[in-house]
């Protein structure tokens, strides 16, 4: 009976799930383009703090970026592709293969992310799914978060590598007017960014030119996707980049172009309900002070995007 049990524990421990608690990318699908890659680290080996993360960037994968992390050192190691990739009308031949986080304590008790940026080729379409196997150091031992499945097996892994599923690419929004009239105002190109995951306000961005003899003034708005939408201005004094509310609205005099854009004035959404996604279309009504509500399709361009998407440019 004894020899019973023992065997029965013994297939259950065999069987049984892995832990969560891996090293995971937060964002686990994808579609081919730009992809920003956060890996999450919940824990350390055992109860030791980790000390060094290295990943390795899958083929297919290429003009990867890392982020640097305050009180960590950088370092990757560069190979050559084996084919050429091409990244905004340049082609690519070589780039980052591995990165590595190094010199930092993150002890057991505490969670982090650690993030990298890169193209994922058209040519990863019909992969299903890549892997990013992750090592994860630590003062005297290690984490090898490496073991990706093998075809025909379906058991689960003891050590999963980070996999991202590649999905088709959302259609196309269509274009959106070139411009809207109301009023004595012209309103053209309105356009926001893709958010990370998490986010809680993004910015908004459009060109507004008043063809009247009287000023208007442009005083918020409201959006489904947010809780408040304000009109705000970023502007640098004194070498110190600050970011300032203007609850009294913005003016478009008579005759005016006035563009709102990245590191100026934006529109504001705050508290987002949902995150916006690179290709999609969002609703947004603007309220001005002689010219009413108008509502415009905001087009959402790539994270990091400096221009409306279709005249973009990204390195």
Not at 269 to 293: C, H, I, N, S, W
Request: include cysteine.
């Amino acid at each position: 009976m004894k020899h019973a049990i023992l065997a029965g524990l013994l297939v259950t421990a065999a069987i049984a799930p892995p832990a969560v608690a891996h090293v995971t990318l937060e964002r686990g699908e994808a579609s081919p383009g730009s992809y920003k890659a956060v890996l999450r680290v919940p824990h350390g080996c055992g109860r030791e703090p980790t000390t060094g993360l290295t990943v390795t960037i899958p083929e297919g994968v290429h003009s990867v970026k890392p982020q640097p992390k305050p009180g960590w050192a950088l370092a990757t190691r560069v190979r050559p592709y084996q084919r050429a990739y091409v990244n905004h009308g340049r082609e690519v031949r070589e780039g980052v293969s591995e990165i590595s986080w190094s010199g930092g304590t993150l002890p057991n008790e505490h969670y982090d992310e650690f993030v990298f940026v890169g193209q994922i080729d058209a040519s990863l379409a019909g992969a299903g799914r890549i892997f990013f196997p992750v090592v994860q150091t630590c003062a005297t031992g290690e984490n090898r978060w490496v073991e990706v499945p093998v075809a025909g097996s379906s058991g689960p892994l003891a050590a999963p590598a980070p996999a991202l599923r590649i999905v088709a690419a959302a259609p196309a929004a269509q274009p959106a007017a070139a411009s809207v009239r109301a009023g004595s105002l012209t309103i053209a190109q309105p356009w926001s960014r893709a958010t990370p995951g998490g986010a809680r306000v993004a910015g908004g961005y459009l060109t507004v030119t008043n063809t009247g003899a009287a000023p208007d003034r442009l005083m918020g708005g409201s959006a489904a996707f947010a809780e408040r939408v304000e009109i705000h201005e970023m502007a640098t004094r004194d070498g110190v980049m600050t970011m300032r509310a203007l609850p009294a609205g913005l003016t478009i005099a008579p005759g005016q172009t006035v563009e709102l854009k990245p590191g100026g004035l934006h529109v504001m959404f705050m508290g987002l309900r949902t995150p916006l996604a690179e290709g999609q279309t969002v609703k947004v009504t603007l309220d001005f002070e002689k010219a009413g509500k108008v509502e415009l399709d905001f087009r959402i361009g790539g994270l990091g995007g400096r221009a409306a998407p279709g005249g973009e440019h990204h390195h």
